[in-house]
């Protein structure tokens, strides 16, 4: 249900030229936010700890649904913790994040060197006479039609049609 929900909603507010995220807390995506579909979008994490104000797990994940998080938020409480010395800031409960790859994505193309450069969502075709990321053949047709961009993990490209996972490419042989 939540998965049809938000694939609704992103869906349109991608088709009106902006990118989306998921925010939800630790225990949503444990218990609520399952569905693999979820993978396709940035996922901003709230996971706290102790909350004391600090990054407790030195900029590193304890948790990584579909290992696909960017921005995790690590306390609500930063004034009194990373950004105690910050002045002009009256609120108490400050929440802080830290990014693990998020300002990239909204770095505009044209800002990006001229090697194309994929993300999450983008339309692409695969280039005649590729092979899958395992060194598979591909079927013939696949070099005919257009695919979006599931998820990325270095020179890994994961493609596919409504969600559903086509296969594993090089970027390489994406165009």
Same mark, same amino acid.
């Given at each position: 249900?939540?998965?049809?929900?938000?694939?609704?909603? $992103?869906?349109?507010?991608?088709?009106?030229?902006?990118?989306?995220? &998921?925010?939800?807390?630790?225990?949503?995506?444990?218990?609520? %936010?399952?569905?693999?579909?979820f993978?396709?979008?940035?996922?901003? %994490?709230?996971?706290?700890? =102790?909350?004391?104000?600090?990054?407790?797990? @030195?900029?590193?994940?304890?948790? =990584?649904?579909?290992?696909? /998080? %960017? +921005?995790?938020?690590f306390t609500s409480?930063?004034?009194?913790?990373?950004?105690?010395?910050?002045?002009?800031?009256? #609120?108490?409960?400050?929440? $802080?994040?830290?990014?693990?790859? %998020?300002? *990239?994505?909204?770095?505009k193309? *044209?800002?990006?060197?001229? @090697?194309? #450069?994929?993300?999450?969502?983008?339309?692409?075709? /695969?280039?005649?006479?590729?092979?899958?990321?395992?060194?598979?053949?591909?079927?013939?047709?696949?070099?005919?039609?257009?695919?979006? &961009?599931?998820?990325?993990?270095?020179?890994?490209?994961?493609?596919?049609?409504?969600?559903?996972?086509?296969?594993?490419?090089?970027?390489? @042989? +994406?165009?």
């Amino acid at each position: 249900m939540y998965y049809k929900i938000a694939k609704a909603f $992103c869906d349109a507010i991608e088709d009106s030229g902006h990118s989306v995220g &998921i925010y939800a807390n630790q225990n949503w995506f444990k218990t609520k %936010l399952t569905n693999d579909g979820f993978s396709a979008w940035t996922l901003w %994490l709230a996971n706290y700890g =102790n909350n004391n104000g600090y990054n407790n797990w @030195n900029n590193e994940l304890q948790y =990584n649904p579909f290992n696909h /998080v %960017l +921005l995790h938020q690590f306390t609500s409480n930063a004034k009194n913790g990373v950004l105690k010395n910050i002045e002009g800031i009256s #609120s108490s409960n400050l929440d $802080c994040s830290y990014d693990h790859g %998020l300002i *990239s994505i909204f770095v505009k193309d *044209s800002q990006i060197s001229e @090697n194309k #450069s994929f993300h999450v969502g983008d339309k692409v075709k /695969v280039k005649a006479n590729s092979k899958w990321y395992d060194g598979q053949s591909i079927a013939s047709f696949v070099f005919n039609n257009e695919y979006e &961009i599931i998820q990325i993990d270095g020179d890994r490209v994961v493609i596919g049609v409504n969600g559903k996972v086509t296969g594993a490419i090089s970027s390489s @042989n +994406l165009y």
